[in-house]
């Protein structure tokens, strides 16, 4: 089982929105609505952000937002802020024997 | 509040065995799955294998299937990540995560064990 394709970094200004794409196979990301989505900051353990493609834990910022469209699913952080910087990692069920599968990881940088 | 408390971070040397732990406070224990996720140096997230405390049912990855075991001991809601015989590849931060089983979503996280193996 391949590890889900992310973007190695994005970047954008305050104030900025950006978006992570996620690409996966019809094993995963396209066929069960279950990916979510973490925050990684520097030294730190991941964070839930979404989950079930577009849900928001309790406490979460709605400046985050999920989606899903055939294999690939995005994540979208607007009105970017210094504090989002931070690794972000995608991750789906897989029927695969793997049960699950993340994504290689996109760097988040606000300029 | 749910937490996941891991034990401290371990330095071994090759061909040790090493068991790290994580326990749960904060929650029904044995509702929920635990996973155990490596991040080796500068890498990404890497799930190895869950169990569940409720009847210590397990599930590993092909990829660590048989390099580590997964244990739990309900009665002081703690997991266990072990290892029979370390290798300098092992040394890697490992994480604990509790999973939500019907949104297949790692909602709570331990602070991470760092393990180094070095001769």
């Known amino acids: 089982q391949s590890a889900l394709t992310q973007p190695a970094s994005v970047s954008g200004s305050p104030g900025q929105s950006i978006t992570i794409s996620c690409t996966g196979t019809?094993?995963?990301?396209?066929?069960?609505?279950?990916v979510s989505w973490y925050q990684q900051r520097p030294a730190k353990a991941p964070k839930l952000m979404v989950y079930e493609v577009s849900n928001r834990p309790s406490g979460v910022s709605n400046r985050f937002s999920g989606s899903k469209s055939g294999n690939t699913a995005s994540l979208t952080i607007s009105g970017l802020q210094a504090e989002d910087e931070a690794d972000y990692y995608c991750?789906?069920?897989?029927?695969?024997?793997?049960?699950?599968?993340f994504g290689t990881g996109t760097k988040v940088t606000v300029l | 509040e749910v937490q996941l408390v891991q034990s401290g971070a371990e330095v071994k040397k090759p061909g040790e065995s090493l068991r790290i732990s994580c326990k749960g406070s904060?929650?029904?224990?044995?509702?929920?799955?635990i996973s155990w996720v490596r991040q080796m140096p500068g890498k990404g997230l890497e799930w190895m294998g869950r169990i569940d405390p409720s009847d210590s049912y397990t599930n590993y990855s092909p990829s660590f299937q048989g390099h580590v075991t997964i244990s739990a001991d309900k009665s002081i809601s703690t997991a266990y990540l072990q290892w029979s015989s370390l290798k300098a590849s092992d040394t890697a931060m490992y994480y604990c995560a509790r999973g939500d089983g019907s949104t297949w979503a790692f909602d709570y996280w331990g602070q991470g064990t760092q393990v180094t193996v070095s001769s």
């Open positions: 991750s789906s069920y897989t029927s695969s024997s793997t049960f699950y599968v």
């Open positions: 019809s094993s995963d990301v396209g066929g069960y609505n279950y």
């Open positions: 904060g929650y029904s224990f044995t509702s929920h799955w």
